[in-house]
């Protein structure tokens, strides 16, 4: 009966909007919004817009409701379900940012008491899982952007507020994600001081008596170390291009460290394996400040495991948890992005973000991309991409069928 009267109140415009997002037609919606007094409503089911636009994953519309002052808390779902729930359903990491930066509540549960990030679980968008879980709120990052104590500047400028708590709840761990993050993100300058409030992090993290998260704590470790590794890089870069210069004042262009860097992560031995990420993340385990913990312990039983897999694949699980075997995506080979837009246009086996991915990875690439073009005209793709690099053996005797 409730359910009847409330939406007999929805006027035209209202059910006209409803049935725009409905069929994503974001267009006709944002022109529609106009004649509109209120953006907070809800329909007979007790969905708000927000939470309508939200379940289609349209992150265009849901900025625009954000922007015209959706209420993120309106909710008369009858099974409890928030925008939030109804995002980590539609798989948008993108929305689940946008929410969660409007200041939407991740521990709300629904009727059968289930978080937003535990139906993203339930449904197997991990990305969403680790988005949620990541999330940190940007006024959680305001106090570094202040002076403390003997401090006379803060660690973050104030104006890179935003900057930085993009760069922090950033769910992909790769090493060169980070890097490349740092340098768009305009983060390259103050790098010292990223490290050590990362560093800071960590260890206020771990100092709290309630709601300690080991596993945050452990990221802002990882973090720290990884922008570490960059101010070592770009020393080692400035020292060898003092040499070349020899006196003269070194013209540092401040992204050639950071692709001196990225080459260092990316460059393979001969059986295909990243030495040096794996060197320095074991080494980064290592130095974790606490020992009596979960995420440490667990993380040295599996370094020390036989047939231990890549240290970056235990320390992302580690972090985000296992994502079970329902993992048919493709990364990115450059940055470990998931699900790339782009692909080796040779080969067509290898994935890349953008043409920049493709370009840094080119030097690694080029030994096995016709390697790997031969391999996908005698029809093998799919086993190539899932078995590494093939030898020539198996190679011949792919083609062999072929021509048989
Ligand atoms: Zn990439
Ligand atoms: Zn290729």
Known sequence: ????????????????????????????????????????????????????????????????????????????????????????????????RQLLDAGINPSSINSVSRTASQMAAFVGNHACVETINNYITRSGLEYYTQAHGQQTE?????????AFHTFVIEINLHPVRIALNAQSLGLLRILSNLRKTLALMCEKEMQKTHDMNELLAFKFHYQGWIVAELIRCEEQFKAQHKEKTAGGEPEVNKNDFIELFVKRVLKENK??????????????????????????????????????????????????????????????????QEKPDKKCSKCKAVQYCDRECQRLHWFMHKKSCARLLAASLAGATTQVQSKGPIDTSELQEQLSKLSA
């Open 1 to 96: 009966m409730a359910a009847d009267s409330k939406s007999s109140q929805l006027d035209d415009i209202q059910k006209l909007l409803l049935e725009r997002i409905a069929k994503n037609d974001t267009s006709g919606f944002t022109q529609l919004l106009t004649q509109l007094k209120d953006v907070n409503f809800v329909d007979d089911t007790g969905m708000s817009l927000l939470a309508h636009a939200s379940f289609k994953g349209n992150k265009e519309a849901v900025q625009i409701l954000l922007d015209m002052g959706a209420d993120v808390h309106l909710n008369q779902h009858g099974a409890d379900y928030t925008p939030l729930h109804f995002a980590a359903l539609s798989g948008s990491t993108d929305v689940c």
């Open 154 to 162: 803060p660690l973050i400028p104030p104006a890179l507020l935003s």
């Open 271 to 336: 059986q295909g394996q990243l030495d040096y990420v794996e060197y320095t993340l074991r080494e980064c385990a290592r130095e974790f400040p606490v020992r009596e913990c979960t995420i440490f312990r667990q993380i040295a039983t599996q370094f020390g495991g036989k047939d231990a897999p890549p240290a970056l694949v235990i320390l992302r699980n580690a972090i985000n948890g296992m994502r079970g075997f329902v993992d048919e995506t493709s990364y990115c080979s450059t940055c470990g």
